[in-house]
């Protein structure tokens, strides 16, 4: 199996031309809990956005990761009040959605992704990273465990979709070894 990952450019991908395959992938990953497709065009066409796709050898889209910015987020209208009150800096990043196609699930994937997202939010002149992880599935205390010494602050809230854990921590990102050269 071969994969590749695309940073996507709403400049060279007007929503009309990507909407099928993004509705597509967004309905197999979130079956009844999808974002509607206002709220997926205004996202893939804010370029502020920080979005990558994930695709087999034959170009088809099998997930995706999106980030935006978390001031603003936390200054929009939020109509479950979930993120009233929370601040956040200019170099911090919110995870909006992230997830896999199931066929491609338990396959540890989401590891490339979410390091491929990290790396180009770095690159954007991110430090740190917020997000909301379900706490039932186990997601926050794995994200928790997996993370020590780069956790800034966490607690638990309600939220529309159950218990979840609020995370503010510093964007990690996987320590690859470079090539050692002897003698040259
Ligand atoms: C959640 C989801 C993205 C996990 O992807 P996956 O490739 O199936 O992950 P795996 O179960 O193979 O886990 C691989 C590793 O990634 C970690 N991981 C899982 N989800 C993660 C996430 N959202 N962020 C960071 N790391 C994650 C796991 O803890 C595991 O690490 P460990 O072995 O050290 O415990 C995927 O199951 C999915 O798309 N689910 C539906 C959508 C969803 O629930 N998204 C989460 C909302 S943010």
């Not at 936390?74 to 601040?87: A, M, S, W």
């Not at 979709?161 to 003698?183: A, E, N, V």
Request: hydrophobic content about 35%.
């Amino acid at each position: 199996m071969s994969f590749y990952l695309e940073i996507f450019d709403p400049t060279s991908n007007p929503w009309e031309k990507v909407k099928d395959e993004i509705i597509d992938l967004e309905n197999d990953i979130f079956g009844d809990e999808t974002f509607d497709e206002e709220t997926l065009k205004t996202g893939f066409e804010n370029p502020d956005n920080t979005i990558i796709i994930m695709r087999d050898g034959d170009g088809r889209a099998i997930g995706y990761a999106w980030a935006t910015p978390a001031k603003a987020l936390y200054k929009e209208e939020d109509d479950y009040q979930v993120f009233q009150g929370r601040e956040a800096s200019e170099n911090t990043a919110y995870i909006y959605s992230l997830g896999l196609r199931k066929e491609y699930q338990g396959k540890g994937l989401v590891v490339r992704l979410y390091d491929a997202l990290n790396q180009s939010l770095l690159s954007k002149g991110y430090t740190r990273l917020h997000r909301d992880a379900e706490i039932k599935n186990g997601l926050a205390a794995n994200i928790l465990k997996n993370n020590q010494g780069k956790i800034i602050n966490n607690f638990e809230h309600d939220s529309p979709y159950g218990k979840q854990m609020f995370i503010d921590m510093w964007i990690p990102f996987l320590f690859l070894p470079s090539i050692h050269h002897d003698g040259d």
